[in-house]
């Protein structure tokens, strides 16, 4: 394993519309662009993002509050700079028009410490601001609106790749009815921290993908029933979280 490399920072907005699932039930739906089938994930669906460029940081800006998450790895509140590029990267991969206003936070994700090019990236939930989607013919291919139920369904069945970030954003926002009740909802809860270890198999293939919680994190032989994790070894892919020990007296 490769020494610690502290991550740089990008943004990632799931922008949200209202729409409805193959029942006419009320469902949001989201934005997602495909990119081309070269580069960094490459033939990817994923949402509008990039890295935080030099210009998104402005003299004056404060300094990163302290970490409050037990891997230190990112700041108890978003940098400004996180927060400007995710409204000029919506605007230059798809046209959208999004201020600072528009973005509610909805999680930090802590890259592995394998991964060569690390990039902590804060996701954001953001309406859909109206408007003409033109992708940025250099990164992406194509777009749609889809409900999360249907781009899981489509990624079981290998009909779209999405990477593990993705996989659970979708995942989280299943059950949500319209875009405003998923906002409000994503204001009234603590970010989430995906702190990102992986396990892999005695082939040395990702067998899973864990976060704090798991009982295994950290230390593959570990005891424990206790399961945050994303196993990849076919698909459908499987999501487990158990919920945590209750503090009720």
């Not at 060569?116 to 989607?133: K, M, Q, S, V, Y």
């Amino acid at each position: 394993m490769p020494e610690s490399t502290a991550p740089a920072d990008a943004a990632t907005v799931v922008i949200l519309r209202d729409g409805s699932g193959p029942d006419g039930e009320a469902r949001v739906e989201v934005l997602l662009l495909e990119r081309h089938g070269r580069g960094s994930f490459a033939g990817a669906w994923a949402f509008p993002g990039g890295r935080v460029d030099p210009e998104d940081a402005h003299p004056g800006d404060p300094a990163p509050s302290p970490a409050d998450d037990d891997d230190g790895a990112a700041p108890a509140a978003v940098p400004l700079a996180v927060r400007r590029a995710a409204v000029r990267e919506t605007s230059e991969e798809t046209g959208l028009a999004l201020r600072d206003a528009d973005l509610v936070d909805l999680s930090c994700w802590i890259p592995p410490q394998r991964v060569e090019r690390r990039l902590r990236t804060w996701f954001f939930l953001a309406a859909d601001p109206g408007g003409e989607i033109v992708l940025n013919d250099a990164e992406h291919v194509a777009f749609g609106w889809i409900t999360p139920a249907t781009a899981l369904k489509r990624h079981a069945a290998g009909e779209l790749m999405l990477f593990p970030p993705t996989w659970v954003t979708l995942h989280g926002l299943l059950d949500a009815e319209t875009a405003a009740l998923a906002l409000a909802e994503a204001a009234a809860r603590r970010p989430g921290r995906y702190a990102s270890v992986q396990l892999f198999g005695e082939d040395g293939r990702i067998e899973a993908v864990m976060w704090p919680g798991d009982s295994q994190y950290g230390d593959p032989a570990a005891a424990g029933t206790a399961r945050h994790r994303l196993t990849l070894t076919a698909l459908p892919w499987v999501y487990e979280r158990t919920p945590p020990p209750s503090t009720a007296p």
